[in-house]
């Protein structure tokens, strides 16, 4: 006769041991993503040893909180020994204060947005019904952008310009990894031009899109073209540079395959030279994000896109006692949404290369 216990520990034990593999699974995606201390926990929740999960999670959350914390603490005494022409630096407290007053704006924008087109609609209404058809009118607001308006103008920017640098980048760089004679030819101009600053480009790439984009649409202004087309620039290089690399290496007895089969040459890129180099690409396209993120806010100060980067020069001409603990906002704003755009390539590097089955 079984024991019934026994049979309900069966089903115990094999639910438990799903979740444990579903978490498994999950776990190299929690790690990519910037996560990876929800492991520990998911598994001392499925029912994992405590004592065998708790120096995982000291190392993986407890370290980096309290690395935060001590962070915190010396900012928040430091800060006011610190005078500037707009008064103290200000702590954590005063620039907390400023992202609930930002996001305050932000809700309250909305707000006027919403009463607007509820106006404007019971005011087309009203016409229509009195046969007045002609006169409705259809305007789009034109409120102020808030910081986060900013914030999604500085993403859409970034993207465009990464988007045209990865077209513009990875081709060639297929190209340079295959052929040395073109590697020779394109290699100066990398060196030259690698290393060129941002404020160098922004000029000339201003004055060019002046003078051919002559009828901007309304989403795309001059200044978003010119922040964008700067990022282009200045973020190809790593993702060129690591392509080729990537290319070069890969194994020569799997190219003589593809030449003894006579694979067009399409196919030798699209099913040797790519599976191969991916891993390589990749890292390009992390750094070159990287350093699109970090141009951009230059770019946008002087275009003028209103973006983060006009936000933080706008706040500095401002000079109100607000202003430091906004700027601070913005600076804290661009490290978090930096961390983020590089977990996100992390995690698709992982989505598309062999690194993922690790």
């Not at 790439?205 to 978003?224: E, G, Q, R």
């Not at 350093?291 to 706008?314: S, Y």
């Not at 600076?331 to 993922?356: E, N, W, Y």
Request: net charge positive; glycine share 6%.
């Amino acid at each position: 006769m079984t024991d019934i216990s026994t049979q309900t520990a069966r089903p115990e034990s094999t639910i438990r041991k799903s979740a444990l593999t579903w978490i498994n699974k999950a776990s190299s995606w929690l790690e990519a993503l910037g996560f990876a201390w929800l492991t520990p926990l998911l598994k001392m929740a499925a029912g994992e040893s405590p004592r065998e999960q708790l120096p995982v999670l000291k190392q993986v959350l407890m370290v980096p909180v309290l690395g935060i914390t001590v962070f915190l603490l010396a900012w928040a005494a430091l800060a006011p020994t610190v005078q500037t022409s707009l008064g103290a630096i200000p702590g954590p407290v005063q620039v907390f204060e400023q992202t609930q007053n930002l996001w305050a704006d932000h809700v309250r924008e909305r707000e006027k947005a919403a009463a607007f087109y509820q106006r404007q609609d019971e005011r087309n209404a009203k016409l229509i019904a009195e046969g007045k058809n002609d006169k409705v009118k259809n305007r789009t607001y034109t409120g102020k952008p808030t910081y986060i308006d900013q914030i999604f103008t500085s993403l859409f920017t970034v993207a465009l310009g990464f988007i045209i640098a990865t077209i513009i980048a990875v081709p060639l760089g297929i190209a340079s990894g295959l052929s040395k004679t073109f590697n020779g030819a394109i290699n100066p101009l990398i060196q030259i031009f690698k290393p060129v600053s941002p404020l160098a480009w922004l000029p000339i790439v201003t004055m060019i899109i002046s003078a051919t984009y002559v009828n901007p649409v309304d989403w795309l202004s001059k200044s978003m073209v010119t922040s964008a087309v700067t990022v282009t620039l200045c973020s190809l290089w790593p993702s060129l540079i690591n392509t080729a690399l990537g290319v070069a290496s890969v194994d020569k007895e799997l190219m003589n395959v593809g030449k003894v089969l006579q694979l067009p040459t399409y196919k030798t890129i699209t099913k040797l030279v790519l599976p191969s180099s991916l891993p390589l690409i990749f890292t390009g396209l992390r750094l070159s994000l990287g350093v699109g993120w970090m141009v951009l806010i230059a770019a946008e100060m002087l275009a003028q896109n209103p973006g983060l980067g006009k936000f933080v020069w706008d706040e500095f001409q401002n000079g109100s006692s607000q202003s430091l603990a906004k700027i601070m906002v913005a600076v804290l704003t661009i490290g978090i949404v930096g961390f983020m755009l590089d977990r996100l390539m992390f995690a698709l590097q992982r989505a598309f290369t062999f690194s993922a089955n690790r």
